[in-house]
């Protein structure tokens, strides 16, 4: 499995974007970039994912650079709920496979 | 839809109890998941199963067993439990046919176990 390597803690400020960055170059080229967060005490919550196009939803933007080596979720607008762990994780996206959570990064949103 | 369940929230359990975890999805889901989770780190898995009738360990399985008699029921369980498997304890589910991807994992919200 490809490893990834996140920052621990980022700050950012209520309103502007957030922008979290993951190294994975060891990633295959069948693997996928998936983006999960945990707010406290809760369970984490997918986010987005992709495999080399960027990706767009409700939640959030994911950047994936051409040669695939590094990525970095947007959160366009942040806000003070979005404060949390955000994991990266580089997966297959098979049957049955499963995620291997690392530490994360906590990202903390100061009004 | 409720999503993913988990019963019970919090449990205080004494050195060599027994007790069993019950996670209950309605989504319809194909795969299921226990992590634990302790301070400070991230998830790890105990069991999974990719179907009724089908479990796998994962990462950490030693001393939890797990069944999935039924599609939306996966139960983790603990014959004796032991001061080192106090933590917090995540059940997920993902993956139904049509999909494009199999690991948008939906989670439940937690049991939240101590063992003294």
């Known amino acids: 499995d490809a490893k990834t390597t996140q920052p621990p803690s980022m700050d950012c400020a209520e309103g502007r974007a957030a922008n979290l960055p993951c190294n994975h170059s060891?990633?295959?080229?069948?693997?996928?970039v998936y983006w999960y967060r945990q707010i406290h005490s809760q369970g984490p919550q997918y986010i987005i994912h992709?495999?080399?196009n960027n990706e767009t939803n409700e939640m959030a933007s994911l950047i994936i650079t051409e040669d695939r080596k590094s990525s970095t979720l947007i959160l366009p607008h942040a806000t003070l709920r979005d404060t949390a762990v955000y994991y990266c994780?580089?997966?297959?996206?098979?049957?049955?496979?499963?995620?291997?959570f690392g530490a994360g990064t906590i990202l903390r949103v100061k009004s | 839809n409720a999503g993913v369940t988990q019963t019970p929230k919090f449990r205080v359990l004494k050195t060599g109890q027994s007790m069993t975890l019950l996670c209950a999805q309605d989504?319809?889901?194909?795969?299921m998941y226990w992590y634990r989770q302790d301070p400070g780190m991230g998830l790890r898995l105990i069991h999974y199963?990719?179907?009724?009738?089908?479990?796998a360990k994962g990462e950490v399985p030693d001393g939890y067993n797990v069944s999935r008699l039924k599609k939306q029921n996966f139960l983790l369980g603990l014959e004796s439990a032991a001061p080192s498997q106090t933590s917090v304890y995540f059940c997920?589910?993902?993956?139904?046919?049509?999909?494009?991807?199999?690991?948008?994992?939906?989670f439940g919200p937690g049991t939240r176990l101590t063992v003294l």
């Open positions: 997920a589910s993902s993956y139904s046919a049509g999909r494009s991807s199999y690991n948008e994992q939906f």
């Open positions: 060891t990633i295959s080229g069948n693997e996928y």
């Open positions: 992709g495999l080399k």
């Open positions: 994780i580089v997966r297959l996206a098979e049957y049955g496979n499963k995620l291997v």
């Open positions: 989504m319809n889901h194909e795969y």
């Open positions: 199963s990719v179907g009724e009738g089908t479990t």
